[in-house]
């Protein structure tokens, strides 16, 4: 049976048939594929059986309409509800159902990703998908200007996540009413029982606190759903709605409904035979309800809504990138918002977030120049990424920035970014004992090894404000994770305008044919390679110098080439911990394949750093010119 309709037509028998098909088949499913989670689904089939067949805007025809509203399953261990509810509409068959649910090699994994049209977001990891639904939110009301929806399925468990509460602040703050939350309280985690239990009138509390409408409802009856999901429709009071759905794990299967024996567990086929006749047979409904509306939005010209302008001053705008003169201090960080208000100004589609630090990562001078398409996240920095990966859903790149130190709290949101394929840039200012007297809570030292790990990311690292404007052009255009680190401290600008830095690549500073031992740096120590490189020449001891400002993917043939040239001897300098930083990128490079055996020297912050001078800081870790100088000697003449 096929049923294509707008809502008036598709009555509430029909989403119950509905319901009923997206049990079985959330059965069927995990039975034949040994693995998943079917009582996760059953407890939300009619959730989701009344929003795709009454509620839910899609062109299932065209995932990538603008005027789409948008389905996060932020429970992503529920797939095989979100994989039944495919099949209900027409978007894939039975035999991949049956036949490609967890199978490698297949698209319709344990949990959901974008290699589905219809996934927006990577989830499975809990507390996620409501976080990224308000990045898709905030380009909905604030960017496209389109009316579609957001709905987001979360979990009762993953309420205890500190990143829900993030996201219903924020949506909050920015009165997304187009954001929808409706929570399966089914009482039952993993483990055993949630630590709220069915008390609904708890969580009632505790979303309306973060300035949510909340809507409580029998998840079991769906003409009490379908009237809560009416009313969530309803965007004139400007919050965010969070249905409350008290549910039972299992429903509709009355030997597994309400019991602590069943997560993550698929029916033996004998069980699973049972279930489909308790619950009716085998259905092939395909059912699609309401179609997007659109308007003549294009996100071209952002809202000049003052929620998102949290910065009141006086638009300024400059499309050429800023120009320093050699010589000139000036702290990278200070050079990357110069080159973001540029870009921005030559490229609509850029977006800037900041985690309440702006004025010290110079995101400010993005959102003083295009306040309609500056985010400030406040200090919440899982939901900062979170709304960049949101964003990039829609198109748009967004670069968020915050102290190198604090995106480790966001760790999670950024590697699921990758799981999900999205072009997000991360920039993290004030890295390494650089900073000076704030001391090691603030002094990013892992960020580099963080970074390099995330599959398919970027890692650049720029020593003066040229080569940092060069770089933040670049990562404009860069698919996936991308990281730009920058430096608290002025330094001198090295580098000419106009100077290329390809992502990469490095810079040869120092060079000749009696190039007794290589120095390596990035950052600040790049600066000190450069002076320890004169105090060897003082002693007739040549030194070449290589800036090695992409540090993934590093340039191996430059590193390969100065270690052939200087038998092997090498000095790698790094204001970062030893592990998975700049040493370890050239370390790799090196070794790759065999072709190069170094004798390195890697110098680095081995120990728990206090407050001090960088200047102290900077001997005490032993990164300092003159220690740089001491291992090259050693090297050279040892």
């Known amino acids: 049976m096929t049923l294509t309709a707008p809502t008036a037509t598709i009555g509430l028998d029909t989403a119950a048939d509905v319901a009923a098909q997206l049990r079985v088949d959330s059965v069927r499913s995990s039975t034949s594929a040994g693995s998943g989670h079917p009582t996760s689904g059953m407890s939300a089939a009619d959730l989701f059986a009344v929003l795709v067949t009454r509620h839910l805007r899609y062109d299932w025809d065209d995932p990538r309409s603008p005027a789409n509203d948008h389905l996060v399953l932020s429970k992503g261990h529920a797939s095989p509800l979100l994989y039944s509810l495919f099949k209900a509409v027409g978007v894939i068959s039975e035999d991949e159902l049956m036949n490609g649910y967890r199978r490698f090699g297949q698209r319709l994994q344990g949990h959901p990703t974008p290699a589905l049209p219809w996934v927006d977001v990577a989830t499975g990891s809990l507390g996620q998908g409501l976080p990224d639904g308000v990045g898709i939110a905030l380009a909905g009301k604030y960017l496209d200007k389109q009316p579609y929806r957001v709905w987001v399925l979360c979990g009762d468990s993953e309420m205890a996540e500190g990143s829900i509460w993030e996201a219903l602040d924020k949506a909050s703050y920015y009165r997304l009413s187009n954001l929808i939350a409706m929570v399966d309280v089914n009482r039952l985690g993993q483990r055993g029982p949630t630590d709220l239990g069915w008390d609904v009138d708890a969580y009632a509390r505790r979303a309306e606190a973060f300035g949510a409408r909340v809507l409580v409802v029998d998840g079991h009856d769906l003409t009490a759903v379908d009237a809560a999901m009416s009313a969530a429709e309803d ?70 809504d003052a929620a998102a302008r949290p910065v009141t001053t006086e638009p300024t705008r400059r499309s050429t990138p800023a120009r320093y003169d050699v010589g000139e201090p000036v702290p990278t960080r200070k050079a990357y918002g110069d080159a973001l208000v540029a870009l921005g100004a030559r490229d609509p589609r850029v ?61 999670d949101f950024i590697r699921m970014g990758a799981v999900s394929g999205v072009d997000v840039s991360l920039v993290g200012s004030h890295a390494g004992i650089e900073i000076g007297p704030d001391g090691p809570s603030q002094m990013g030292l892992e960020d580099l090894a963080m970074m390099r790990a995330v599959q398919g990311s970027t890692v650049l690292y720029p020593s003066d404000a040229t080569s940092t404007v060069a770089l933040t052009d670049a990562m404009a255009g860069l698919r996936g994770i991308s990281y730009l680190r920058t430096t608290r401290g002025k330094y001198p600008v090295l580098y000419p305008d106009g100077e290329t830095f390809p992502v990469g690549g490095s810079k040869v500073l120092r060079s000749s044919d009696l190039d007794a031992v290589t120095l390596v740096g990035a950052g600040v120590t790049l600066h000190a390679c450069l002076a320890a490189a004169d105090v060897l020449a003082g002693e007739g001891i040549r030194a070449r110098v290589i800036d090695c400002y992409s540090i993934k993917p590093i340039d191996d043939e430059t590193l390969a080439t100065a270690a052939v040239a200087t038998g092997g001897r090498i000095v790698v300098a790094e204001d970062h911990h030893p592990e998975g930083g700049l040493g370890s990128a050239v370390k790799d490079s090196l070794v790759a394949d065999g072709r190069v055996n170094p004798s390195m020297v890697h110098l680095a912050v081995r120990g728990m750093p206090g407050s001090g001078s960088p200047k102290e800081l900077l001997a005490w870790a032993g990164i300092d010119a003159d220690h740089i100088a001491s291992a090259a000697r050693y090297l050279a003449t040892g």
């Open 235 to 304: 965007t004139a009071g400007e919050q965010p709605t969070v249905i409350l759905a008290r549910t039972v794990k299992g429903r509709g299967f009355s030997e597994v409904e309400d019991s602590n024996d069943w997560h993550g567990k698929p029916f033996p086929p004998d069980m699973a035979e049972r279930a489909i006749r308790e619950l009716g047979g085998v259905r092939n409904l395909t059912v699609r309800g309401p179609r997007p509306v659109t308007t003549d939005g294009d996100g071209a010209s952002p809202t000049g």
């Open 351 to 411: 977006v800037a977030l900041d985690g309440e630090v702006s004025n010290s990562t110079y995101a400010f001078e993005f959102a003083r120049a295009h306040p309609g398409r500056y985010f400030e996240m406040f200090i919440a920095e899982q939901q900062m990424v979170a709304a960049a990966t949101g964003l990039a859903v829609r198109g748009y790149h967004p670069f968020a920035s915050t102290f190198a130190a604090f995106l480790t709290r966001a760790y």
